[in-house]
């Protein structure tokens, strides 16, 4: 896979979280998109598209205006999640999933015809990427037990640090398919 292919990705999640932005002016900056590329987490979605950025942008004002959007690890979602999810443009079940809340939700019309546009970029980018991602010897790859039967992908997360001291949450084995760039000092982020 090309080294540019994950950093031109990070810029469109960049760019489609600033179209966000602009509709919610107290969602904080995206601190590294990075980190979204090939993660996999069952409760937020396993799909990275323009859904997923805004159920992650609920997280994001929930972080803003300190509210407790989630519990059970982060697993549960919770009706103040389901209030921030409705302000950004997404509908939500009736009744709550037994262990994962109210964290199945989906673009209302209205959203997706507002971000028209952001998401065809990021659709594009989206598909550059994964044929990349295919294109690389995915038929000789191992993928372990959890691809062939249909796993989420989650796992137990551990922290990396970057150069700067930053850091994200992350899958080893996703860290160990490419690495992940942080956006303030260009350094990779390592495992702790």
Known sequence: MSTTQPLVLAAELAAAWSDIQA????LPDLASPE??????SSACGTRLGFERLLHEAAHGLAAARDIRDTSRA????????????SEL???HP?????????????????????????IERLDRALGAHQEA?????ASRAFRGPAARHGSSGGGVRVKAVCGCGRNVRVVPSVLAQASIVCGAC???FKIA
């Not at 982060?74 to 999810?85: D, K, T």
């Not at 009736?94 to 952001?118: C, D, I, N, W």
């Open 23 to 26: 509709y919610h002016q107290d």
């Open 35 to 40: 980190a979204l590329i090939g993660e996999s």
């Open 74 to 85: 982060g697993r549960y979602h919770n009706r103040r999640f389901l209030l921030l999810a």
């Open 89 to 91: 443009g997404l509908a």
């Open 94 to 118: 009736v009744e709550p999933h037994a262990s994962s809340g109210f964290s199945q939700v989906t673009m209302l019309k209205e959203t997706r015809e507002r971000y028209a546009e952001t």
């Open 133 to 137: 991602v295919a294109g690389e010897g």
């Open 186 to 188: 260009q350094q990779p």
